[in-house]
């Protein structure tokens, strides 16, 4: 298995612009995770979903945040309109089930100028 | 509130020694602990996962034990490798609808001296 795949690798934008990360889980895998790391925060959990449902939102900083799972094997996290303040690694994780191990893709390094 | 802490932030080794991270967590009630290692510039991968039944999980040269009611995690790592140096993050998962909810330390930082 490719392991948990995501795009781009890197996003650098100007304030104000929509931003769109990209990622595809591990085939199979039922929950799928959404966290940023900085190095003020630490790695928080954003969203995450079971099935293609949301089930814990709390993460998501604000409105301009959102997260959509279509299908099983795609999900989008957009930030509209992005600030400085939102620069930081996003990464996707997956696992067979909310508790498993989680996989991690190997992030978006966002930059909004 | 539940926070996870690991003390060092950075540790620095010679090549062969034994050594011991640590994470300790406020609220006991986990559903379990899981490792993770992080190189430069990567995502996470991961190491060991105990759950809250166990004491201690093995793989390889590393040894995870758990004291929930401590609210402690210790990784130790035998023989250390230059490869072993890394990021280690230690994160907690609680009941419930909170399952999918890693919470996470912030990590030791080691580097592995040849």
């Known amino acids: 298995d490719a392991g948990v795949i995501q795009s781009p690798r890197h996003e650098v934008t100007e304030m104000g612009q929509e931003v769109t990360l990209r990622c595809k889980p591990i085939?199979?895998?039922?929950?799928l995770f959404w966290y940023r790391q900085t190095m003020m925060r630490g790695l928080e959990l954003l969203i995450y979903?079971?099935?293609?449902?949301?089930?814990?939102d709390s993460g998501m900083p604000e409105d301009r945040f959102s997260a959509k799972m279509p299908n099983a094997s795609f999900s989008t996290l957009k930030i509209q309109p992005s600030e400085p303040r939102d620069s930081a690694v996003y990464f996707c994780?997956?696992?067979?089930?909310?508790?498993?191990?989680?996989?991690f893709g190997p992030g978006t390094r966002l930059t909004v100028l | 509130k539940q926070e996870v802490t690991q003390i060092p932030a950075a540790l620095s080794v010679p090549e062969g020694e034994n050594l011991v991270l640590n994470c300790s967590f406020t609220d006991s009630a986990i559903y379990n602990l899981q490792w993770f290692r992080q190189d430069p510039g990567k995502g996470l991968t991961s190491l060991l996962l105990i759950q809250s039944s166990q004491r201690e999980q093995t793989s390889g040269r590393l040894n995870a034990s758990l004291d929930k009611s401590s609210g402690r995690s210790t990784l130790y790592i035998a023989a250390s490798q230059p490869g072993d140096s890394a990021t280690y993050l230690c994160?907690?998962?609680?009941?419930?609808?909170?399952?999918?909810?890693?919470?996470f330390g912030k990590g030791t930082k080691l580097s592995v001296k040849p």
């Open positions: 085939s199979g895998h039922n929950s």
């Open positions: 994780a997956s696992s067979l089930n909310s508790a498993d191990t989680q996989y």
């Open positions: 994160a907690v998962r609680g009941y419930g609808g909170s399952q999918g909810n890693l919470i």
């Open positions: 979903f079971n099935n293609n449902v949301p089930i814990d």
